[in-house]
C-alpha cells in the first residue's frame, strides 16, 4: 500500500522557517517527480515546487522562489521543503505528491495529474 506521509509543519512567527518532510512509502519513488502542493482554507489547492527524479531540476511558484527550497533523498523515499522566510499567506496545509515519469529531468505534475497525495501537515505563520 502506497503512503506519502508529511511531517514538520507548525506555527511560526513571520520571517521564521520550517523545514517539512515527506516519507514515501510502498515502493520506489525513485523514478517519480516529487512536489509540493498548499491549501488554504476556502482556496484551491496550489502548486508550491517539484523536483525531477534526478534531482537535477527543479520548479517552484513565483510567490515561493528565493524563500523555498526543495530537495529529495531517492535512498530514503524522502522529499523535503525548506521553507524561509515565512508570510502570513504561506498559512496553509502543504500536501506532497508523486508522479510517475521516464523522463529524468521532468518536473511536470498537477493536481490532477498526481498519482498519489499525503494527508498534509498544517503550517501556520503568524504576526
Known amino acids: 500500500q502506497v503512503q506519502l506521509l508529511e511531517s514538520g509543519g507548525g506555527l511560526v512567527q513571520a520571517g521564521g522557517s520550517l523545514r517539512l518532510s515527506c516519507a514515501a512509502s510502498g515502493r520506489t519513488f525513485s523514478r517519480d517527480v516529487m512536489a509540493w502542493f498548499r491549501q488554504a482554507p476556502g482556496k484551491e489547492r496550489e502548486f508550491v515546487a517539484a523536483i525531477s527524479w534526478s534531482g537535477g531540476r527543479t520548479d517552484y511558484a513565483d510567490s515561493v522562489k528565493g524563500r523555498f527550497a526543495i530537495s529529495r533523498d531517492n535512498a530514503k523515499n524522502m522529499v523535503f521543503l525548506q521553507m524561509n522566510s515565512l508570510k502570513p499567506e504561506d498559512t496553509a496545509v502543504y500536501h506532497c505528491?508523486?508522479?510517475?515519469?521516464?523522463?529524468?529531468?521532468?518536473?511536470?505534475?498537477?493536481?490532477?495529474?498526481?498519482?498519489?497525495w499525503g494527508q498534509g501537515t498544517q503550517v501556520t505563520v503568524s504576526s
Open positions: 505528491a508523486t508522479r510517475s515519469t521516464g523522463l529524468a529531468n521532468d518536473v511536470r505534475i498537477s493536481v490532477g495529474s498526481a498519482d498519489y
